[in-house]
T-cell receptor, first 113, second 111 residues
């Protein structure tokens, strides 16, 4: 079956613009994670969705970042008023449940000029 | 202090060598330990998943967890050029939703 997909694969934007990143998880996976990976850095947790429970937003770095997920389907990560320090690869992962194996998408490479 | 520390390398070895990759951590509550492999411009893929202490072997890969020392290792035997990638350790506690990742170690296996 299909793995986790993310779109776009690359996004170049100007400072101050809003961007929206999309993640399609594996069908049936109730858990979905967003991570940020800066060059030479580890994965930084951003947000976690589990089924219809309230999301864990504790990793979002500022109020410019938000994410939504409808049920157990697609998720979007929105970054408003982008800054140059937002440049990174944004990775999405889904898993059958909490602390189960995470399956990662290929990531969206965001460049803010 | 970071939750997870990992030497970024880079590490370069000849084909056939045994590779040892390591991470240390500070949170004694961590119980779940993972190793991921990430090829350039790809998402990480899970290699090994270990619960609590001990060893786990899968083909050429062996994962070790030493909770008393807060130290985990991944050994790769008979390394191949296709093993050239960045290896990330990750861990989590029984409570909470977060996984904590190391910065990754870049490995090159030279034919």
């Amino acid at each position: 079956g299909a793995g986790v997909s993310q779109s776009p694969s690359n996004k170049v934007t100007e400072k101050g613009k809003d961007v929206e990143l999309r993640c399609d998880p594996i069908s049936g996976h109730t858990a979905l994670y967003w991570y940020r990976q800066r060059l030479g850095q580890g994965l930084e947790f951003l947000i976690y969705f589990q089924g219809n429970s309230a999301p864990d937003k504790s990793g979002l770095p500022s109020d410019r970042f938000s994410a939504e997920r409808t049920g157990e389907s697609v998720s979007t990560l929105t970054i408003q008023r982008t800054q140059q320090e937002d440049s990174a690869v944004y990775l999405c992962a889904s898993s059958p449940g909490t602390r189960d194996t995470q399956y990662f998408g290929p990531g969206t490479r965001l460049t803010v000029l | 202090q970071k939750e997870v520390e990992q030497d970024p390398g880079p590490l370069s070895v000849p084909e056939g060598a045994i590779v040892s990759l390591n991470c240390t951590y500070s949170n004694s509550a961590f119980q779940y330990f993972m190793w991921y492999r990430q090829y350039s411009r790809k998402g990480p893929e899970l290699l090994m998943y270990t619960y609590s202490s001990g060893n786990k072997e899968d083909g050429r890969f062996t994962a070790q967890v030493d909770k008393s020392s807060k130290y985990i290792s991944l050994f790769i035997r008979d390394s191949q050029p296709s093993d050239s990638a960045t290896y990330l350790c990750a861990m989590s506690a029984p409570t909470g939703n977060q996984f904590y990742f190391g910065t990754g170690t870049s490995l090159t296996v030279i034919p």
